[in-house]
């Protein structure tokens, strides 16, 4: 039994993966960071539940399921957990979201069609928007970090316990990787550099430090604006690589690198 469990939970990941790699070749990479992942709601009869994916625009919230073949055949699967299905999609539909569901071997073997129907679904260039729910929620200074975000930084606090100073943070896209390097930044508590890719990431992560670290100003560090002198640093790889002679190695007690 356990090792139907991990091998389900194991095809579920490749599942979600395959369909993120599928949007990201339709509507492009940029546009994965409005996919809110494992996304939370609660349902008719107050109990909380999580979508695959949730997209939002200014005029819908979509609901994406990716299913294995069986989770949805009566034929193949328990009538609670069937009737329990059901009730999700209909909690979902009732609180004015579209679902769509896809199954696995749908993203494995009619790859293009899935591609098709994405377009016709949410139309050739869809208006998407950030969640409001992406961050989390903020009650005066406590801030509610979710389970994954929360496990995160004890494993990256137990590392650092340890003496160890590098570490690679893997989770899904849209699952609050900036939240959770953001939080784990402001326990640690020094002078901090963040690094990204994009303009887009950098600007992302400083309202991120803005909502969470309120106690120290964030700065960006682009091509037309440098805060080197912020506390924080947001900053692109590309503007701080042609820059390097205004950096001390020990400039900064916290690096983070995001993609």
Partial sequence: MGDEVRYTSSLASVAKDLFVEIFCEVFGPEKTQYLSV?????????????????????????????????????????????????????????????VYRWAYSQLKKQKEK?????????????????IEDYLPKQKGKIIELKDHQQSAIENLQKMRDMGESIALLYHATGTGKTVTA???????????????????????AKKTFEHIWTEKKSGMY?????????????ASIQSVVQNLDQFKPDDFGYHRKIK
């Fill in 38 to 98: 494992q996304h939370p709601f609660v349902d008719i009869y107050g109990n909380r539940r999580f979508i695959d994916f949730a997209i939002e625009s200014d005029e819908l919230k979509i609901a994406i399921e990716i299913d294995g073949e069986k989770f949805h055949n009566p034929d193949k699967v328990s009538n609670n957990k069937y009737h329990d299905d059901l009730l999700k999609q209909n909690s979902l539909i009732y609180n004015n979201w579209k």
């Fill in 114 to 130: 899935v591609k098709d129907e994405l377009l016709i679904f949410m139309g050739e260039m869809p208006q998407f928007r950030m």
């Fill in 182 to 204: 953001v939080s784990d930044a402001r326990n640690f508590g020094e002078r901090t550099l963040f690094l990204a890719h994009t303009r887009e990431l950098v600007t992302q």
């Fill in 222 to 234: 682009v091509a037309e604006q440098k805060d080197n002198d912020a506390y924080i640093v947001c």
